[in-house]
C-alpha cells in the first residue's frame, strides 16, 4: 500500500522542519508554498500548515480529492478557518500547549514590570534621573484573564502563585475552578471589572471574542488599571483603548498583538504613555519552532495509528474540543 501523502506548506524559500525526518518511509512529503498548494492539494492526505497565518489553503480548497487531517502549527486557528473547512468532515488540530507557560511567563512579566515600576524606571534611567518612587504590591491584587483554555489556565496558576487573585472569564460562569478563584461570564465583562488590577484577553479570537475589550470595558476598569493583550489583536478595539488611556481612565496596556500586524508606523500606540509594544513574540521562546514540529510528528504518529487526536478543534466555535479523531 502507498504511504500516505502529507503536504508540508511553508513560506516562500523555506523549508519544512527537520524533525519531519524521523516520519521518512511512514509519508510521501511534498513541500511547498502558497503559490505551489493548489498543485500539491490533489492526492493530499493531511496538510501541515508550517507557514501557520498563510491564508492560502481556502483559494486552493477545491483542489483537495482525499484531504482528511489538517494540522495548524499555532494557537490560533481563526486567520485559516473558512466556510468549506468548517463544514467538511476534514479534522483541524493546532498547536495546544506548545506556548501555554511560555505565554503566561510574559504576561507575569507585564504584569510585575507594571506594578514595579520597571518601564518608567528604565527611562529614568536614560535620563540620568534619580527619582525614589513607590511600586505597587503584586501579591493580593486583582487579574481578570479572559479566556479559559490553556494559556488563560497556565497564566491563571502563575499569577496566582504569586499571590494573585485571579478571575477567569469563559463562556459561561461557574464556581470550583481549579485555576481561577471564579469564573465570570465574558459576555458581561464589564460587569466584573470594578475591581480589576490586571485586565488579561488570553482568548482565542471567536465572534464572541472579536472586540471584547472595548469602551464599556474601559469606562468601567478602574483608573490605575493595566491591560494586557496577548490573544488576538481583533480581539482588542484599538481606538477605543487609545481614548481610554489619553482620558485617563486605563492608566497602562502591554500589548503583543494588534488589529494589523506589523503594527503600521503612524499608529498612536507607539507613542501614547503607558502602553508598552511587542511584535507578537510572547510565546515564541528559544526552541519553539522544534517544539511544534516534535508536537507535529506526534500527532502524525496518532494518525497514521488512526489514533484519537487531541488538539482537534471545534470549527464552528474556534476552539480545541475533546474526543475528535
Known amino acids: 500500500m502507498a504511504a500516505p501523502v502529507l503536504t508540508v506548506l511553508v513560506e516562500s524559500g523555506g523549508d519544512a522542519p527537520d524533525r519531519l525526518d524521523r516520519l521518512a518511509g511512514r509519508f510521501d512529503v511534498r513541500v511547498c508554498d502558497s503559490d505551489g498548494l493548489a498543485d500539491a492539494l490533489p492526492g493530499t492526505d493531511a496538510l501541515l500548515l508550517w ?62 514590570a507594571q506594578d514595579k515600576l520597571l518601564h ?43 499571590g494573585m487573585r485571579v478571575t477567569g472569564a469563559g463562556r459561561t460562569a461557574r464556581d470550583g475552578d481549579d485555576d481561577f478563584d471564579r469564573i465570570v461570564a465574558s459576555g458581561e465583562l464589564a460587569r466584573h471589572v470594578g475591581d480589576v488590577d490586571h485586565l488579561v484577553n488570553a482568548a482565542p479570537l471567536t465572534p464572541q471574542t472579536t472586540g471584547i475589550l472595548d469602551a464599556t470595558v474601559f469606562a468601567a476598569l478602574p483608573a490605575h488599571a493595566h491591560v494586557v493583550n496577548v490573544g488576538r489583536g481583533r480581539s482588542l478595539v484599538e481606538v477605543d483603548l487609545v481614548q481610554a488611556i489619553e482620558q485617563g481612565q486605563v492608566a497602562a496596556a502591554s500589548l503583543d498583538v494588534f488589529e494589523t500586524e506589523p503594527l503600521p508606523p503612524d499608529s498612536p500606540l507607539w507613542t501614547l504613555p503607558g502602553v508598552h509594544v511587542s511584535a507578537h513574540m510572547s510565546g515564541d521562546v528559544v526552541g519553539w519552532r522544534d517544539r511544534l514540529a516534535d508536537q507535529f510528528v506526534d500527532l502524525a504518529e496518532r494518525w497514521l495509528a488512526d489514533e484519537p487526536l487531541p488538539y482537534a478543534v471545534d470549527k464552528q466555535g474556534g476552539f480545541v474540543a475533546t474526543g475528535a479523531r
Open 51 to 112: 507557514d501557520f497565518f498563510n491564508p492560502a489553503l481556502e483559494a486552493a480548497w477545491p483542489r483537495r480529492d482525499r484531504l482528511r487531517w489538517v494540522h495548524v502549527a499555532a494557537a490560533g486557528v481563526d486567520a485559516i478557518l473558512f466556510d468549506g473547512l468548517r463544514d467538511s468532515d476534514v479534522v483541524l488540530t493546532n498547536a495546544r500547549g506548545v506556548f501555554d507557560r511560555p505565554i503566561a511567563e510574559f504576561v507575569l512579566a507585564s504584569v510585575l
Open 120 to 162: 518608567a524606571s528604565a527611562d529614568l534611567q536614560r535620563e540620568r534621573t534619580w527619582r525614589h518612587r513607590e511600586p505597587r504590591e503584586t501579591a493580593g491584587s486583582h487579574a481578570l484573564v479572559v479566556g479559559t483554555g490553556g494559556i488563560g489556565r497556565a497564566t491563571g496558576r502563575l499569577l496566582r502563585a504569586v
